[in-house]
Structure formats: structure tokens, C-alpha cells
């Protein structure tokens, strides 16, 4: 289930990506001579266990509070973290496993290693009419906000109404615009006129007078109406955005973006964007109240903008403060492989279910031969490494879309290739083919982290030695991401990655890849072709039991017709912690550790 990679990955590829598709006609298929190395596992299955009978309190046998957590990262924490937003797996992990409460939530599952769907602020998992288009959810009592005031049912539906809006949050989620009754779509939804007119919901800040037909409460009860059905509402349920927020002046999206108030067990003591984030324990949190967290930290305090060397060396000390501090990054390849060796009860290893790749964009470059020898000149291997990548660990050549491990995902890789194989000769051969023999790739990367700035090198090189005349563009982690999202900005390639937002095709080309106008969202390639998005809205209306293969297909026919993304690489999770923190798990939704279940060894 999920989102987009943390800034920290982005940082550490910079660009990373321009893989995949058909050389010279030739189209990919499900094969031996293609198909994806053993070792990539299965990254999409986050695991489809639910328990909608959870209750809390939770305890931890032999856990003991006190201690803080210190949390490193490199990038990571550069955006947002107003919870109708928060869209990143860091801040949406760290806001749904410390901060905020939403209808549901994940809890990890130590036998199997898995996560598990279990209730949060609604008693169950929800319950609904016979074809999933009417789902109710019964909001606990006893939850209450950091300042002593009960959650209540009317700020979880204040709270789902943010969601909404995509014009006041862009860069945010927008599943309740596409399934919900009476919501504007995403594909229009940046322009509130467009949606007054047509009397579609686009938020309570952009369209103040059109009414919310979908939500509506009674007592401590919440009513969701939705479009279509929708059998994937409890995992929608899991997202930040699906949690209570106070009402009115209290959430200004000015404002409430810095400091959101809590209702989970910690709450923040201070946070500047991008440059520290310190937690403390909330008094008013119910252990009773709870199925999934746990409060046993007496503090965590996040340190953005360390470098990746430094804090795996500070991992490999383990002495001072590093036993009780922790990265969410990756280690860099020989730290991997030195700590591994040395003491590999400090790692935490496991699946993510997310994809990297690089996105031309669809109105900047319009012949198909152009994209497909991208796809032949990426230097998949050589940037692994150059990334610090772990190969076969962290970094796995890319073919489909869907990570392994997704359901109706199958071993295809459109270049025809085995994932991870570049042929300069050929993406030569077909810009000569095409007459665009020196034509420019315009993208972007960090000019202010080292490793960016040699996988820019990397691809350079490559990119030339293809035929391409390669412009890396400049700009500052604080400005990499803006810069990114602008549609109308200087790159016509841009680099990003995807995590499911829970096992399903459903998570991922409804968001990636269907028509939206006016601005990118999560559409990195500026993808538009109406075909694509009949397609994806008839598999949205077919029982849930035929989605999967429906997806697979999908995945194959749009990289065969019209190869918009060029993926790059699967990823997994290599982190470390120190020999006091007990309880960093892989959180596999998120590619995250498991925060409601840390505690330090005392």
C-alpha cells in the first residue's frame, strides 16, 4: 500500500533512472531470457492479513520506557507533514506510527513478518452494503487530542473532507477524489472551476459551496458513499489523510502543516521543515484505546541532512549515543557488507514494494523510438553501484512496473532484455532511426550531495556513448522537489519512485498514469492518452477477484504501446540500528521500521 519513496532514496540515486523498453520493435515477454532475478523476492506483497477484532493495549514482553531515539537521515523530512498530504513513506510512516490516528492501521506481525491490517480510531475494519459502495465506520470513544479534548466523529469526516483538495494539497493522495460520491476527479481536479461547474466536490477550501455527498456522520458514526465500488476502503483507511482534524481556523493548511495537533502517543515538541523533527510523549494518549502503538520511548528526535557515510559509521561504532540511534536510509554497499559481517543482529533487512523510474515527459518527447532507447542506454548496473546501492539487496534491475510480489504482477521487462542489460549500439540505432541523433535530455539532480553528483556523471557518460546529448540540471535538495513537480519546468525527464499503497494494480496506475490536467500530481510523465484511462477505470469496476490479472496485462500493453516509464530498478531495505534499539522491523508497507513496537534496551 503506498507512496512515494523518501527523499532520502531519491537523494541517494539523484536522477536515477531511464530503463526499459522495446529496441528496435522488438517488445518484451514473459521468459526466461527476461524474467526478474530470484533475488528480488516478493517487494509488492506487503502481506493481506487482517484482524479487524484488535484490541489494545498493546505490550511488549520485556520492553521498559525510557530512552530516546535518534533518528537519522539524509534528505528525508523535506516536505510537508500536514496529514492530509503527507504523501512520502517517511513522513506517512512516521506520522501514522507515532503522531496521528487514522480509521485504520497496520501492526506488524512477527511470525510472519508481515504487516496486518487491524482498526485504529474506527472499532473494526469497517462495514458495508453488499457491493462495497457504502462503508461505515463506528469511531472509538476514549480518544483523545494532546490538549484533553475528545476526537470525535465530525473531525474524522473534517479530516476525510481535506482530502479532497487537491488544488490546497497537490502533492497529496487522491484516491477520495476518484472513488468517493460526488468527488471531483483528480484528472480535473487542480482547476476548482472546472468542478463548481460541474458540482464535484473538490475539498472544503476550493470548493466551499459545493456539499460533500459521500461523508456524513450520526452519533460517533461515519458514512462513506463511494462512486464505484470500492472493496480497498479499509486500506485507504490507513493513509494519514483518512484521520481526524480539528475543524475549522485550528487545521489552516498554513498553519497546520508545521505542527499538527496529536492524537497517537507522541507529540511534537518542535520540527522545522527539512532540518529536525523532535517528538515527545503525548499525556492524553490511551494505550486501552489502541490496537496497534505502543509509547514506550521517553522521545525520538529526527536529525535530517546526515551525510549517508557518516551515519553508517556512526551504525559500525555503536558506541555513546549511536547504540540508541537509527537510520531509516540504506547503508551504503560495504558498510552493508562490514556490518553484516561484524554484527548483523544491527540490521534490518527485508522486502519494500516499490519502483524507480524515470519518466520522459509525454508532451516533450513524443516519439516512442526516442523513450525505448532511454530505455537501452540507462546504466542500470553501474548506477546501482555508483548509488551505493546493494545489488540484489537494495537496488534489483527493473522490468514491469509492479513490483514482484503484487498480485496479477508477472516477469516482463519491455526491452526485451534481461533487467538491468544496456545497449549503447542499439539506443544509437534507433535515434539514427528516428533522425534525432544528438537529441538533448534535460534532468535534474542534487547538486549539493556527492553521490548525486556521481550518479550524474555516470549518466552522462552513458547517455552520450548513446547518441544523446545529456544537460544535468543543478538545483539544491530544497528546491529539487519543487522543481520536480513543476509541469512547466525546465527538464523533460524526470526521476521518481512509487511504492504500492497497498497490494494492488489499483495503487498504481490510477495515480501514475491517468490524465491530469493542469498540473503533474503523482503523473511524473505528463502521460495523457484517453484509451489508457478508459482502461483503467473499466479494471476499477471489474469484482475485485478479476483486478489482478486485469492489471498485469495493463502493465504489459501501455509499456508495449506506449512506454511513458522507464523503470529502473525494485528495491529493498537495508537499515541499521544500534545495539540498544530493540523493535526496528521492516515495516514493508512503508520500507520503514516498525515504530509502534520500538523500545530501548535499558
Known sequence: MHMKKPLAAVGLIGLMALAACGGGGTTGASSPSNAAPSNVGSGGDTGSGQDPTAKGPVTIAGAKSGGTVTVLTNT????????????????????SGLITRSLTQYKYDPSTKQMVLVPDLATDLGQHNANYTVWKFTIRPGVKWQDGTPVTAAQVKWGIDRSFDRPTFPTGASYSNDNFLGGCPSSIASDPKACIKQGLYDGPYSTPNVPDKAVSVSGNVVTIRTATPFPDMPYWGAFPAMGAVPTGNASSPSTYKNKPLSDGPYEIKSYTLGKDLTLVKNPQW??????????????????????????????????????????????????YNQLKSKNPSQLNVGP???????????????????????GLAYPYKDVILASGLIPGVTGIPAGSLMPPGTPGQFNYNPTGEAPGTTDAAKAKQLL?????????????????????????????????????????????TTDYV?????????????????????????????VLLKTVKGQLGNNFANFSEPAVDKQISQIQHMPSTQQPAAWGKLDQQIAQKYYPMITTYYTGIAQAHGSSIVGDNDDSVFGMPTWKDIYVQQ
Do not use: H
Not at 310 to 327: C, F, H, N, P, V
Not at 352 to 374: E, G, H
Open 286 to 335: 490511551s494505550a486501552a484505546t489502541d490496537p496497534g502503538r505502543t509509547q514506550y520511548p521517553t522521545s525520538y528526535v529526527f536529525q535530517p541532512g546526515t551525510a549517508n557515510a557518516k551515519e553508517d559509521a556512526i551504525m559500525l561504532a555503536d558506541s555513546g549515543s549511536g547504540k540508541s540511534t537509527l537510520t531509516y536510509d540504506d547503508l551504503l554497499s560495504p558498510d
Open 482 to 510: 519543487n522543481t520536480r513537480s513543476d509541469i512547466n519546468g525546465p527538464e523533460n525527464v524526470r526521476s521518481a519512485g512509487w511504492c504500492s499503497d497497498w497490494p494492488s494494480g489499483g495503487s498504481w496506475f490510477p
Open 352 to 374: 519494500s514494494p516499490c519502483t524507480y523510474y524515470f519518466a520522459p515527459d509525454y508532451s516533450k518527447i513524443t516519439d516512442i523510438r526516442v523513450r525505448r532507447a532511454l
Open 432 to 476: 539514427q532511426q528516428a533522425g534525432k541523433l544528438g537529441f538533448q535530455i534535460n534532468f535534474l539532480y542534487r547538486n549539493d550531495d556527492p553521490i548525486a553528483k556521481q550518479v550524474k556523471d555516470v549518466m552522462v557518460q552513458a547517455l552520450t556513448k548513446a547518441g544523446f546529448k545529456a544537460n544535468p540540471i543543478g538545483e539544491t
Open 76 to 95: 528525508g523530512l523535506s516536505t510537508t507533514i500536514d496529514p492530509t498530504e503527507s504523501y512520502y513513506t517517511d513522513t506517512s510512516s512516521i506520522l
